[in-house]
């Protein structure tokens, strides 16, 4: 099998490309997105294409499309739980679909994605490392599209594209696990105020008196920390 | 007004099948908790919903409340638009971030 691989100087040409768009974006939805838009680009006769995020159960948790179909396509493979991304994650290779009306893989997905005007598509692993995190994908709205080459160059754009990602993807959350922190400690601090004033107002010991903030949060139907940030501004409480 | 033993095993039972129910995971959990001024750490979280350690009255309340607002955050129900804020936003597809393509 010879494979007419693209010149090294067309793949560097991407890379940069992709090196541009990835480190770049604040976030990881923003960085799937322009993965999805450069591998349209960079494919030949695609006429979609996305790129998503995978936990290690198997769950999407950042998609980016070029379109409405790739991303409907995309949400049918983890509601049905089989698709070319899955298997492409799963079993780490690069999975193509020459004619989604005669395929007899993944069938509870083919029939659905064919509806959306989808006939041929190509998925490839996003790995890192060693960890895959996710996989890209085009499609092509006519049988036969891709060749072996196109495989072997979504491939190579695969590998740089996956550690810029994984890049994005550790900045991102440890950014949003630093903001969730931040904001469940000030949460703590003024329920702890609360809780003083309280035990102050009332004469109650520690926990009756947050057992009292909590019993004022469910008559309310409102968030104990919605509650106790009244009491911290002077609210006359029952 | 210890329920006594046989109350808070009901309440640890009830209250994973709640997190269960919900999709919810003891990461989650537990930061709402300790956001609440929860004291036990996570493992310590995760040990009581499996019935492994008894956690004191009010920590499992504690428990029980982060679970319950969680929840109430959680269940937002499709709602329909009217036709005169179609082109705005109007409701979103997805409760967190979609990505919506430019």
Same mark, same amino acid.
């Given at each position: 099998?010879? *494979?007419?691989?693209?010149?090294?100087? =067309?793949?560097?040409?991407?890379?940069?490309?992709?090196?541009?768009?990835?480190?770049?974006?604040?976030?990881?939805?923003? &960085?799937?997105?322009?993965?999805?838009?450069?591998?349209?680009?960079?494919?030949?006769?695609?006429?979609?294409?996305?790129?998503?995020?995978?936990? =290690?159960?198997?769950? =999407?948790?950042?998609?980016?499309?070029?379109? @409405?179909?790739?991303? !409907?396509?995309?949400?049918?493979?983890?509601?049905?739980?089989?698709?070319?991304?899955?298997?492409?994650?799963? @079993?780490?290779?690069?999975?193509?679909?020459?004619?989604?009306?005669?395929?007899?893989?993944?069938?509870?997905?083919?029939?659905?994605?064919?509806?959306?005007?989808?006939?041929?598509?190509?998925?490839?692993?996003?790995?890192?490392?060693?960890?895959?995190?996710?996989?890209?994908?085009?499609?092509?709205?006519?049988?036969?599209?891709?060749?072996?080459?196109?495989?072997?160059?979504?491939?190579?754009?695969?590998?740089?594209?996956? *550690?810029?990602? &994984?890049?994005?993807?550790?900045?991102?959350?440890?950014?949003?696990?630093?903001?969730?922190?931040?904001?469940?400690?000030?949460?703590?601090?003024?329920?702890?105020?609360?809780?003083?004033?309280?035990?102050?107002? !009332?004469?109650?010991?520690?926990?009756?008196?947050?057992?009292?903030?909590?019993?004022?949060?469910?008559?309310?139907?409102?968030?104990?920390?919605?509650?106790?940030? =009244?009491? *911290?501004?002077?609210?006359?409480?029952? | 007004? %210890?329920?006594? $033993?046989?109350?808070?095993?009901?309440?640890?039972?009830?209250?994973?099948?709640?997190?269960?129910?919900?999709?919810?995971?003891?990461?989650?959990?537990?930061?709402?908790?300790? $956001?609440?001024?929860? $004291?036990? #750490?996570?493992?310590?979280? %995760?040990?009581?919903?499996?019935?492994?350690?008894?956690?004191?009255?009010?920590?499992?309340?504690?428990? $029980?409340?982060?679970?319950?607002?969680?929840?109430?955050?959680?269940?937002?129900?499709?709602?329909?638009?009217?036709?005169?804020?179609?082109? #705005?936003?109007?409701?979103?597809?997805?409760?967190?971030?979609?990505? %919506?393509?430019?």
């Amino acid at each position: 099998m010879t *494979v007419d691989l693209p010149l090294a100087q =067309e793949l560097a040409v991407l890379t940069a490309r992709l090196a541009d768009l990835l480190l770049t974006r604040e976030t990881a939805a923003d &960085a799937v997105q322009s993965l999805a838009q450069a591998a349209m680009e960079a494919v030949p006769h695609a006429t979609g294409a996305g790129a998503t995020l995978i936990d =290690e159960r198997g769950r =999407e948790t950042s998609t980016g499309a070029t379109d @409405e179909a790739v991303l !409907e396509a995309d949400r049918l493979q983890y509601d049905m739980g089989q698709g070319p991304c899955l298997s492409a994650w799963a @079993e780490e290779r690069t999975q193509v679909i020459t004619d989604i009306a005669t395929e007899n893989r993944w069938p509870l997905w083919t029939q659905p994605a064919a509806l959306l005007g989808l006939r041929s598509a190509m998925s490839t692993p996003l790995t890192a490392g060693v960890t895959t995190i996710g996989a890209m994908k085009v499609y092509s709205n006519t049988p036969g599209t891709f060749t072996e080459r196109d495989a072997r160059l979504l491939e190579m754009l695969a590998r740089p594209a996956a *550690v810029m990602l &994984a890049n994005v993807q550790a900045r991102d959350a440890a950014e949003r696990a630093s903001q969730r922190m931040s904001q469940a400690i000030a949460d703590r601090d003024a329920i702890r105020m609360a809780t003083g004033i309280m035990m102050e107002r !009332e004469h109650l010991d520690p926990d009756e008196a947050l057992s009292r903030i909590m019993s004022l949060s469910r008559l309310e139907q409102r968030a104990l920390r919605d509650i106790a940030q =009244e009491i *911290v501004a002077g609210r006359p409480v029952l | 007004m %210890d329920t006594g $033993s046989n109350g808070a095993e009901r309440q640890w039972k009830l209250t994973r099948e709640a997190v269960e129910a919900a999709g919810l995971t003891i990461g989650q959990v537990w930061l709402r908790y300790f $956001s609440l001024t929860g $004291s036990a #750490g996570e493992y310590e979280v %995760d040990a009581y919903l499996n019935g492994l350690l008894v956690l004191p009255t009010v920590q499992r309340d504690l428990v $029980s409340h982060a679970v319950n607002e969680l929840i109430s955050e959680k269940a937002q129900p499709l709602k329909a638009p009217y036709s005169y804020n179609l082109d #705005g936003r109007g409701p979103s597809k997805a409760p967190d971030e979609s990505g %919506d393509a430019p």
